[in-house]
């Protein structure tokens, strides 16, 4: 998503949902992600290409040749994406493990990207209603200096997980229930939800393994066969 001057996300940001078809079924997908800054005005750097000025950057007075490239004021999400690019620079040369590439074998890379996003998402200044991701500024403007802090201080938080909605426990009807969990370690945590038939000390905890639905929303059914008096459950991630 796109910040204009004035603390507003810009009209020609693009809005969500997307529709997205997976392995899995069709669903609709929160987009943006996050947001930068990106309005009307930013100074960049503008390319000659084979000689041609294609951004009109030789038609300005801000310095540079036109053999090489100049300067110039321009807006649009073509300037929000290179501001979350050189945040992310910043977060692998304050942490040189976060890297994509060199040390590390290649399983270990999705782990580190997935660091990388988490911290992208949870450390922003965050608008209105709160930490919840929505269709127009995502989870809300990234903020470099709480991103570079994260990595630079080793995380030893336990996973968050919030019951963000339930239906309620009916005799014989399945129970539905979903989960907000933020795990500052991994992007993708695996979330389960163990319960038990009934409330004797005896009985043995059953698991289900909890789907991701949003980011950093899991969800799962528990079959109504197994929803009696009683029935109790806690969600661990």
């Known amino acids: 998503a796109t910040l204009k001057a004035t603390s507003e996300v810009a009209s020609y940001s693009s809005r969500g949902p997307i529709d997205w078809t997976g392995t899995e079924q069709f669903r609709e997908v929160k987009k943006p992600d996050v947001m930068a ?10 390319p000659i290409v ?3 000025d294609i951004l ?6 801000l310095g540079g040749s036109c053999s090489s490239g100049k300067y110039r004021t ?5 300037q929000a994406s290179p501001h979350i690019a050189g945040v992310i620079a910043l977060m692998m040369q304050a942490e040189p493990t976060l890297t994509l590439k060199g040390s590390g074998t290649g399983a270990d890379r999705p782990k580190r990207f997935e660091r990388i996003k988490t911290v992208l998402y949870t450390k922003t200044f965050v608008f209105p209603p709160g930490r919840v991701q929505n269709n127009e500024i995502g989870f809300g403007l990234v903020d470099a200096l709480a991103s570079v802090q994260e990595v ?3 995380d030893t938080t336990s996973p ?3 019951v963000i909605s339930s239906s309620t426990p009916v005799f014989g009807q399945p129970f539905t229930v979903r989960a907000r969990v933020v795990d500052n370690r991994v992007f993708s945590p695996s979330v389960k939800l163990f319960y038990r038939r009934d409330s004797k000390s005896s009985s043995s905890f059953q698991q289900l393994l909890m789907t991701q639905v949003e980011t950093f929303v899991y969800q799962t059914v528990v079959p ?14």
């Open 37 to 46: 800054p990106g309005g009307i005005g930013l100074l960049s750097a503008v």
């Open 50 to 52: 084979d000689s041609r």
């Open 56 to 61: 009109g950057a030789c038609s300005g007075n």
């Open 74 to 78: 321009l807006g649009g999400t073509s």
């Open 152 to 154: 630079l201080t080793p």
């Open 160 to 162: 968050s997980v919030e």
């Open 224 to 237: 109504a066969s197994d929803v009696v008096e009683n029935f109790s459950y806690y969600i661990e991630a």
